[in-house]
């Protein structure tokens, strides 16, 4: 397949053959070129959604060459024969399938690695079937699998953590050492760190940090109106379960569409409201947005400290839960964060069931949405209590305020503690990127920049913010705890990131598991949410609903 790249991209196929070294000839191969995208652009000016009406498809900036050409001598050793042998061992499989796979001598983690390396070259490298997911690959990572490998030799009874060896993929304001961290945004793309709290812990598990993948810009907090899973860097990151059709969701785009796609185990994104959820939901994987403290915001670009976390981004449950436990740890810098010593793949690996479970599930979205209604209805065949109830009405007011004055503070917090290269970073606040964008804008701002426009203009006083927070809180409690209490129920049902607002000023965990696809091949997620520190009771429902239903399946265009 490499070599069918190179032919489409009008390099001589002598580049597999020559005797020089290949690390040499990797330095000027030509493995992508870009590509007029205007036809596609032309296509979508007919969307029934207003913001898939896109300006542009293929990044300006980013030359994926750069992205690719560091690992091309590592891959071209890998052909479609070695990948196809190993396809039924590793695509779809969870994680204890494959370290079982690897412990048995049929797989290594190194070629682990190569396989999901080899499918992001087989289809981000093709104009005709990018996903613009990926924004950086970490250089070592082939590397660093061999290493896995030896140390399984060396010490074949140590007991590792189930990541161990795993390929992870990261959001790209998620900060990892190597690779840059540009929150989508060409004001950071030259911005180095250290490795953030959560990639330090997934390293000290034995992850692979396999690269970064796109996002919506500033985590969607830029512009108004704007497609999701659009960034300056990145280009607009596109659904494989309908390229150009179907949203990406977001702001989490390249977590949800990479792990869809198979190029990696599994992948971490971010929410503040709905962006981990709203693009899991969008690419039928299984998305935790957990509650606020369980995981570490040390080294992520922030929107908000009262709101943002990380989350797994996963194909199953099972993963989601591995994923989870190799993030977890106290961290003293993080003043919400919390140490948590539960055994998350163990709640999901004892026996699971619906039967005797209780769920409420929301009367207007029964009425509303057909596939909804009938899951509902599977569930209680299957033995689960259902109480159908209508939430109360709550006051929302002042919710983007939390998110104005928020980043406002900390984000000069963030470029002060995490910047390592201040001199390549040319802001210091939003004030400071307005005026960085706009000097360049139909490169750096194509649909604007109202949302940062308005964290300048809100006046919100520290002490008005103290008690919208207090306020926001009471009541996204008050909008799931009416029923959670009164019917004793053990998590809500919601659908995608229908209820994530409620959620994150509740402060409360919500997964989303697949539930179905529309008659178009939509996809849509089933969300459960549940009180503060309820992640092992949500995954145990998330993996009882998935052993019930047996829903997901892999987009056909990706499943090669």
């Known amino acids: 397949m490499l070599k069918k790249i190179l032919c489409v991209t009008g390099i001589a196929l002598c580049l597999f053959s020559c005797h020089e070294d290949k690390k040499e000839a990797a330095a000027d191969v030509v493995l992508w070129k870009p590509y007029n995208d205007s036809a596609e652009v032309i296509a979508n000016q007919d969307h029934e959604i207003e913001r898939m009406r896109y300006k542009l498809i293929q990044s300006k900036v980013l030359d994926k060459n750069e992205v690719f050409r560091p690992l091309y001598a590592e891959v071209s050793k890998f052909d479609d024969e070695a990948y196809e042998a190993l396809k039924p061992l590793v695509l779809e499989q969870d994680i204890p399938t494959l370290q079982s796979h690897i412990a048995s001598g049929k797989l290594s983690y190194e070629r682990l690695v190569l396989f999901y390396l080899f499918r992001m070259y087989r289809y981000e490298l093709d104009n005709e079937t990018t996903l613009n997911t990926i924004l950086a690959l970490n250089e070592n990572v082939v590397t660093e699998a061999r290493k896995c490998d030896a140390a399984v030799v060396v010490n074949p009874n140590e007991k590792r953590h189930p990541i161990f060896g795993m390929p992870i993929l990261l959001k790209d304001n998620i900060g990892a050492s190597g690779m840059k961290t540009s929150a989508g945004s060409i004001a950071l793309m030259d911005n180095t760190t250290d490795d953030s709290f959560i990639a330090q812990r997934l390293k000290k598990n034995g992850a692979l940090i396999l690269g970064k993948v796109n996002l919506s810009e500033w985590a969607y907090f830029l512009c108004e109106g704007c497609p999701v899973g659009y960034s300056a860097v990145g280009g607009q990151t596109l659904n494989p379960y309908g390229r150009r059709v179907f949203e990406t969701g977001g702001s989490s785009a390249g977590s949800g569409t990479s792990v869809a796609a198979n190029y990696a185990v599994a992948a971490v994104g971010t929410e503040t409201s709905g962006s981990i959820l709203s693009p899991s939901s969008q690419n039928s994987v299984v998305g935790l947005k957990p509650t606020v403290g369980l995981l570490s915001r040390t080294g992520i670009v922030p929107i908000s400290s009262t709101l943002d976390t990380p989350g797994p981004m996963t194909k199953n449950v099972t993963d989601n839960a591995i994923l989870l436990s190799a993030m977890t740890g106290k961290d003293d810098t993080d003043s ?174 919500a997964l989303t598991v697949p539930m179905g696809y529309t008659i178009d091949g939509e996809p849509i997620g089933l969300t459960f949410i549940a009180k503060s520190f309820h992640e092992e009771k949500l995954l145990q429902l998330g993996k009882a609903f998935e052993e019930a239903t047996h829903i997901r399946r892999m987009p056909s265009r990706y499943s090669n």
């Open 336 to 509: 919400k964060s919390v140490a948590a010593d539960i055994d998350y793949l163990k709640s999901v690996t004892e026996s699971t069931s619906l039967k005797g479970k209780r769920f409420g599930a929301m009367v207007t979205l029964i009425k509303e949405d057909s596939i909804y209604k009938s899951t509902v209805q599977n569930m209680r065949e299957a033995g689960a209590e259902i109480i159908e109830f209508t939430p109360p009405e709550v006051n929302m007011d002042g919710f983007l305020s939390i998110l104005n004055v928020d980043m406002r503070n900390d984000l000069p917090k963030y470029i002060k503690t995490q910047v390592k290269n201040k001199q390549a970073v040319e802001i210091q606040s939003i004030e400071d990127a307005i005026v960085f964008n706009a000097a360049d804008s139909l490169t750096r701002i194509p649909y604007g920049q109202s949302l940062f426009e308005g964290i300048m203009a809100d006046s919100t006083t520290a002490e008005g913010l103290d008690k919208i927070k207090s306020t926001l809180e009471k009541n996204g409690r008050s909008f799931f705890d009416t029923a959670l209490d009164e019917y004793n129920l053990d998590a809500i049902l919601s659908i995608n990131n229908y209820h994530a607002g409620y959620a994150a000023v509740a402060k409360y965990p």
